[in-house]
Nanobody, 119 residues
Framework: QVQLVESGGGLAQPGDSLRLSCAAS????????MSWYRQAPGKDRDRVAF????????RYLASVRGRFTISRDNDKNTVYLQMNTLKVEDTAVYYC????????????WGQGTQVTVSS
């Protein structure tokens, strides 16, 4: 049974940091490229960050580049999103996703974790 379980969301103030984790099970994690997406109310889901299966390739949404860092631990089957200098506009539900091929859409999705940035 495939599972992606996000954790680490919550309420933060502008300028704070949060670290999201996504624990994977039920598939060969090290063979999958991982991404973090976010969706704010009334908006489309955007991909925030991408990390390839080996970690060699990393991509960021322009608005988070320099503030967010994606990483993975293939021994722990976990992908992380370190979010620094949070802004109100970072408020969204954050999802992790896995895909085996960069040529296809995401194969698996987590249930999401809410991040709210408010003063």
């Amino acid at each position: 049974q495939v599972q992606l379980v996000e954790s680490g969301g919550g309420l933060a103030q502008p300028g704070d940091s949060l670290r999201l984790s996504c624990a994977a099970s039920g598939f060969t994690f090290s063979h999958y490229h991982m991404s973090w997406y976010r969706q704010a109310p009334g908006k489309d889901r955007d991909r925030v960050a991408f990390i390839s299966d080996t970690g060699a390739t990393i991509r960021y949404l322009a608005s988070v580049r320099g503030r967010f860092t994606i990483s993975r631990d293939n021994d722990k089957n976990t992908v992380y999103l370190q979010m620094n200098t949070l802004k109100v506009e970072d408020t969204a539900v954050y999802y992790c996703a896995a895909r085996e091929s960069v040529l296809t859409s995401e194969d698996y999705w987590g249930q999401g974790t809410q991040v709210t940035v408010s003063s």
